[in-house]
């Protein structure tokens, strides 16, 4: 299996500049799909897990939402902190404990984060959400943005093309009624946590 990148990566790949966006079409994609699609209104408060260098944290903020982010590279947090000074990032490893009180979180989104590219049904992945599960709210909700194209293609020196069904069957250990669905090459997964 392909490693993931290491935070000395992702480093690396942040102070050359990180991903490139539109602002237009990153607003218009996440008020559809994210905002509308579940309903979620202004003020509740988010975490963003795997946030890079801060644009959808920010993003978020300018939605409305009261939005943390957090990343494992040093560098992308500190390139954040730069790009958009006043919003709140954290440098942290989402498989660890976090510095947040547990249940602080209407919501956990991650957009892409490496540890959902690769096997969901092991430990590492599996680990991950139980962990994030601890920092949102009796009824709040765990959305994960992805780019698949739902092969099921597992390369060794790549990342995995994870099915509609791997989702389905990673999520529905914490929610049994968790929502997965496909939009142009990306899987958006959402589990609630129980009450």
Known sequence: MATLLAPTGYDKFYAGGGWRYSRVREWWWHRKHLVRRFDLPRGLRMLEVACGSGFHT????????DCVGTDISATGIEVAR???????FVQGDATADLSFDEASFDIIITRGCSIYH???SGATALNMTRNLMRYIK???RFILIIA???SGNKPVDNIWQNTL???RAHFSKFDPQCTIDWYRRLAISSAIKAN
């Open 58 to 65: 920010n993003l978020f903020c300018r939605m409305g939402f």
């Open 82 to 88: 730069q790009n958009y000074p006043g919003r709140n």
């Open 118 to 120: 690769y096997d969901l």
């Open 138 to 140: 009796p009824g709040g």
């Open 148 to 150: 698949t194209d739902l």
């Open 165 to 167: 069904a791997d989702y």
